[in-house]
T-cell receptor, first 115, second 111 residues
């Protein structure tokens, strides 16, 4: 158990809809990273938040957004969903804003299926 | 971003040592080499990291070539629970030190 929790575990929705994925980092960790894992693209970095502020952006679509709240949990919002958004979404947390040596602790993921 | 190259898959017998190679010929002097693994139906987990010297921890050993253009993750005695996808990753500041996973090596362990 990494100490990172994600809800829900599974989500099934229809094209065009909007969903929110939730991540609670390990106790004391200030950074949350979001990743998407699909069959064709593999594991890709989406976005990072550190202590409530956006820190870095990866291959995140404009239809996707995220935020980190004062209690440090984070939410990833996916809108106007397409079939290709079906994937596993992982969050990871670290205690720093990002270094070459820190360890990222991953949650169990949310499996999103868009029908 | 500096890239890594790994074999798509490898196979090992249980209780045998496993050497998982990684090439990173464009590595910069400040890039750390990290290894993560992803067991079936789980999120990735940290295995080990290093800069220049070889490293050991309870999970594995990391052997880094003198020119740093390649490295090898060593599992000393593979168990069935070590069957996973192993990712060799270079950390840099360009993306906030996010992990750039690549395709990894799928390790099959047979009894």
């Amino acid at each position: 158990d990494s100490g990172v929790t994600q809800t829900p575990k599974h989500l099934i929705t229809a094209t065009g809809q909007r969903v929110t994925l939730r991540c609670s980092p390990r106790s004391g960790d200030l950074s949350v990273y979001w990743y998407q894992q699909s069959l064709d693209q593999g594991l890709q970095f989406l976005i990072q938040y550190y202590n409530g502020e956006e820190r870095a952006k990866g291959n995140i679509l404009e239809r996707f957004s995220a935020q980190q709240f004062p209690d440090l949990h984070s939410e990833l919002n996916l809108s106007s969903l397409e079939l290709g958004d079906s994937a596993l979404y992982f969050c990871a947390s670290t205690g720093t804003s990002g270094t070459s040596t820190d360890t990222q602790y991953f949650g169990p993921g949310t499996r999103l299926t868009v029908l | 971003d500096a890239k890594t190259t790994q074999p798509n898959s490898m196979e090992s017998n249980e209780e045998e040592p496993v050497h998982l190679p990684c090439n990173h010929s464009t590595i910069s002097g400040t890039d750390y080499i990290h290894w993560y693994r992803q067991l079936p139906s789980q999120g990735p987990e940290y295995v080990i990291h290093g800069l220049t010297s070889n490293v050991n921890n309870r999970m594995a050993s990391l052997a880094i070539a003198e020119d740093r253009k390649s490295s090898t993750l060593i599992l000393h005695r593979a168990t069935l629970r070590d069957a996973a996808v192993y990712y060799c990753i270079l950390r840099d500041s360009n993306s906030g030190y996010a992990l750039n996973f690549g395709k990894g090596t799928s390790l099959l362990v047979t009894p």
